[in-house]
């Protein structure tokens, strides 16, 4: 651990940040909230696309006042941590990277249950590992997972896509949705807008691979024997609340699905 820096919380919470090194030697940024009684459980927390896990202190204070450990990390090229912003590296390695995550967590807080919960972009890349991986967790709770976006690229705009990608792959485009788009909470409008630390270009490269693992993590129920909770706002204007429904027809007992009406994500 590289770096260690005590962040502003209630009395109730210790919040505190650390660096950690990826497989490749990337620098990666991590969040630990610490209730101030003995823990339930730990639960990590991962991210959506162009974000960092500051965004998610709110929630995490209060997963601590209920006791629960909760602890997240920057992906690479996100947030505080190292690595070319927008670009990533390639969804594989930020697979890698989400399991190096889980690996320390179960290390450090092996005696006591471990869930995870993961939002949008950061859902994907959850389930597309859940799905390839043999591993022990309590549960996962996912919400507005990235199986398909609502405003999809035309047959011809993939096309072009493809070929750009072939010749300039590191070639960034914006992302197309409002801060509105993200929230009804005026509050966490106005911060997403302000945030220095959110981005809103994606490289085309990393566009056409999530994409895919969009739709790989869509038909991948039946490879995930985890307990797992799926939530999505039929409202949302990102992500499809349709696929997500398609995605829990065919499940097991293990699975439960929550609809959020009107809700936007």
Not at 28 to 55: A, K, M, Q
Request: net charge positive; charged share 25%; proline share 3%.
């Amino acid at each position: 651990m590289l770096k260690s820096k005590l962040l502003r919380n209630n009395p109730e919470v210790e919040s505190s940040e650390k660096f950690f090194n990826s497989h490749d030697g990337i620098r990666l940024n991590s969040t630990t909230w610490s209730p101030d009684v003995e823990p339930n459980g730990i639960i990590s927390l991962v991210h959506d696309f162009g974000e960092h896990i500051g965004r998610y202190n709110n929630l995490a204070n209060k997963l601590a006042t209920k006791g629960f450990i909760v602890r997240g990390f920057d992906f690479r090229g996100h947030g505080r941590s190292e690595g070319k912003k927008r670009q990533c590296g390639g969804f594989h390695k930020m697979i890698s990277d989400l399991e190096l995550f889980l690996m320390l967590c179960d290390k450090e807080f092996e005696d006591i249950p471990h869930f995870i919960y993961a939002q949008g972009f950061g859902a994907t890349i959850v389930l597309n590992y859940a799905a390839n991986h043999i591993f022990i967790t309590s549960g996962i709770i996912i919400t507005s997972p990235w199986f398909e976006l609502t405003k999809k690229k035309s047959f011809l705009g993939m096309m072009l896509l493809s070929l750009i990608s072939v010749f300039f792959p590191s070639f960034q485009m914006s992302i197309k949705f409002r801060a509105e788009d993200m929230s009804r909470d005026l509050r966490m409008v106005h911060n997403y807008r302000v945030d220095p630390l959110i981005h809103k270009k994606i490289s085309i490269r990393l566009l056409l691979e999530t994409i895919d693992a969009g739709i790989k993590a869509s038909m991948s129920i039946y490879k995930i024997n985890n307990p797992l909770l799926v939530m999505h706002g039929t409202d949302d204007r990102i992500t499809s609340c349709k696929s997500s429904r398609n995605f829990v027809r065919n499940s097991g007992n293990k699975t439960s699905y929550i609809e959020w009406e009107g809700g936007v994500s």
